[in-house]
């Protein structure tokens, strides 16, 4: 399904040095993903919503942000195109905060563009959580892409190839055997069936720490995938990926000088960022920083928990 032009479209006014790509790079799983993606300077992203498919597309338009959507679901994601760009993104207080440790008040200053995005769904963002735990990053892509092209339903608008993440109903129908070829394992399968089983009432979720208590009552997610989950659908900027192989030891040597450390002491050095404990960990992350390698490179994005 395609359209020659938007169904409608919407201005947006971000603040001056805001940065697209770099805000909505969270959406993406790599830059080849079939449902999200930047493309000449724009942000293409596909999705379900109430009204029907919908794919958003965010340009920089003159010091503008211009939101065109395609699709059934056009206004539905136009009215909430604001918050996926991150437009909605809270700081108060966080100059304050930032101000405790000199690292962090740089990061704040030198990356000031870079906005957390709010995509009020829960369930897409779960299926790639499930996806990337306890494997690599290379390995859990390649399971979600398989994923989605096996179920292949084309996103509405002019960006092809771009597809729809699958439905709940369709992964919860589905045997577990079916997702081996992808590289999935039944426990994964499992909790990816088991969740969107749920899909409808994890919607229903009022805020962070209520899709939280939901998320974690699933057999097979714990708070690793709830923080990844809530992060993005919510822009909740204080969750904390908890369980993470990596995040502890780069935290630990970034605001401590300390070249490793555990979710204990992760958690207390970013104590004093609390409300922003996640952007802490965001802004390491988008200035490259990583702890000191020791023996056999770490696989990337490996994880201790759920």
């Known amino acids: 399904m395609t359209e020659t032009g938007p169904a409608a479209t919407r201005v947006l006014h971000p603040p001056v040095g805001y940065r697209l790509a770099a805000s909505v790079r969270a959406l993406t799983f790599s830059p080849y993903d079939p449902c999200a993606r930047v493309a000449a300077g724009t942000f293409w992203w596909?999705?379900?919503?109430?009204d029907g498919p919908a794919?958003?597309?965010?340009?920089?338009?003159g010091g503008e942000l211009l939101a065109e959507g395609y699709g059934p679901g056009a206004e539905h994601v136009l009215a909430r195109a604001d918050a996926i760009a991150g437009l909605r993104d809270d700081l108060t207080g966080f100059t304050e905060l930032a101000s405790a440790h000199p690292l962090v008040a740089r990061l704040a200053r030198e990356h000031r563009g870079l906005r957390m995005p709010a995509t009020g769904q829960v369930f897409p963002r779960l299926l790639r959580a499930v996806f990337e735990q306890?494997?690599?990053?290379?390995e859990a892509y390649r399971a979600y892409a398989a994923m989605v092209r096996?179920?292949?339903?084309p996103a509405p608008g002019p960006l092809q190839p771009l597809l729809l993440p699958p439905e709940a109903a369709a992964v919860a129908a589905t045997p577990y055997w079916v997702f081996h070829?992808?590289?999935?394992?039944?426990?994964?399968?499992?909790?990816?069936?088991?969740?969107a089983a749920l899909a409808d009432r994890l919607e229903r979720s009022t805020d962070a720490t209520d899709a939280t208590r939901r998320l974690t009552a699933i057999p097979g997610?714990?708070?690793?995938?709830?923080?990844?989950?809530?992060?993005?659908?919510?822009?909740?900027?204080?969750?904390?990926?908890?369980?993470?192989?990596?995040?502890p030891n780069t935290v630990a040597w970034a605001l401590a000088g300390e070249p490793r450390g555990d979710d204990a002491r992760m958690l207390a050095l970013l104590e004093p960022f609390r409300g922003h404990?996640?952007?802490?960990?965001?802004?390491?992350e988008a200035a490259g920083i990583r702890a000191p390698k020791y023996g056999p490179r770490a696989p990337i994005r490996s994880f201790a928990g759920y």
Request: net charge positive; hydrophobic share 40%; charged share 25%.
């Open 181 to 195: 070829p992808f590289g999935v394992e039944q426990r994964r399968a499992d909790t990816l069936r088991r969740a």
């Open 55 to 61: 794919t958003l597309a965010l340009r920089p338009a």
């Open 134 to 138: 306890k494997v690599t990053g290379k």
């Open 150 to 153: 096996h179920f292949r339903d």
């Open 46 to 50: 596909a999705t379900r919503t109430p």
């Open 277 to 284: 404990r996640g952007r802490v960990c965001l802004l390491l």
């Open 221 to 247: 997610i714990g708070p690793w995938t709830a923080a990844e989950v809530v992060r993005i659908a919510y822009g909740d900027p204080d969750a904390v990926s908890v369980g993470d192989y990596h995040i």
